[in-house]
């Protein structure tokens, strides 16, 4: 992360998963990096020598707790969330309108959209008051109202459109008080995890590390008057 002081610290939430680890993997082979703190629903999954708390992103007084444990080790300069799901409770994708259901709505909102809002809210905090910092999200392309051409995907196209809003909404509010911050929705691209494994089927896939690699590049080429954008691995803007 060449935009970021030596010695910087980070965080990735969700560090249990394909991308997430890799995220993990990706920040401590950087000589820049200080330190890497893994967040996952597993205290000390993927850890350091440090340990850290585990975190339920479903649950405002989990990630309270988990944000207030690491203030003693703040500020962080990138913190990422990498939470997410398209599979819950075991149902796939709705691909008519005859399979909407109100309580699959519900989780898909409540993982896609509320816990990356609750984790902007308490995480952010954690951030330096001044100087380059970094935010970024995983959204996912089928999120842009503006691409959506095959429909389908219902809850999930949803609820990471309403993650986008989110964090375009966050990101203004946090420049009032970090005006060097860069908050950012980012879309991974087809990438081989658990997430995708029931759905892509033959189709081309992205490794993890490559993953992280590219959106690391991403996020740390975007300006301060990007913030809040919505961006693809290879750094082009998604539209709305």
């Known amino acids: 992360m060449q935009s ?3 010695g910087y ?4 939430i969700g560090a249990s998963g ?3 680890a890799a995220l993990v993997d990706a920040l401590r082979g950087d000589e820049a990096c200080a330190e890497v703190v893994a967040l996952g629903r597993r205290p000390g999954s993927h850890s350091n020598a440090l340990g850290e708390p585990g975190i339920d992103v479903l649950s405002e007084a989990s990630i309270t707790a988990a944000a207030q444990a690491l203030t003693g080790r703040a500020p962080f300069h990138v913190v990422v969330n ?3 799901a398209l599979h819950i409770g075991g149902v796939a994708p709705e691909k008519r309108l005859a399979e909407l259901n109100a309580d699959a709505l519900m989780r898909a909102f409540a993982i896609n959209a509320i816990a990356p809002a609750l ?3 308490h995480f952010t905090l954690l951030l ?5 910092c970094l935010f970024a999200s995983l959204s996912a392309r089928v999120g842009s109202i503006g691409d959506n051409r095959k429909g389908g995907w219902y809850g999930y196209r949803a609820s990471k459109a309403a993650q986008n809003m989110l964090v375009k909404t966050a ?7 970090r005006p060097e911050a860069v908050l950012a929705a980012l879309h991974p691209g087809t990438v081989a995890s658990s997430l995708s494994a029931a759905v892509i089927g033959d189709a081309p896939v992205t490794a993890p590390a490559d993953a992280a690699a590219h959106l690391l590049a991403v996020l740390d080429a975007l300006a ?7 961006f693809a691995y290879d750094g082009s803007v998604i539209p709305w």
Do not use: H
């Open 18 to 20: 394909a991308i997430g």
């Open 119 to 121: 984790l902007i809210k």
């Open 82 to 84: 990498a939470t997410g």
């Open 224 to 230: 301060p008057a990007q913030s809040g954008g919505f």
């Open 171 to 177: 990101a203004i509010e946090v420049a009032r008080r």
């Open 4 to 6: 970021l002081p030596s």
């Open 128 to 132: 330096p008051s001044a100087g380059r």
């Open 9 to 12: 610290r980070a965080i990735v």
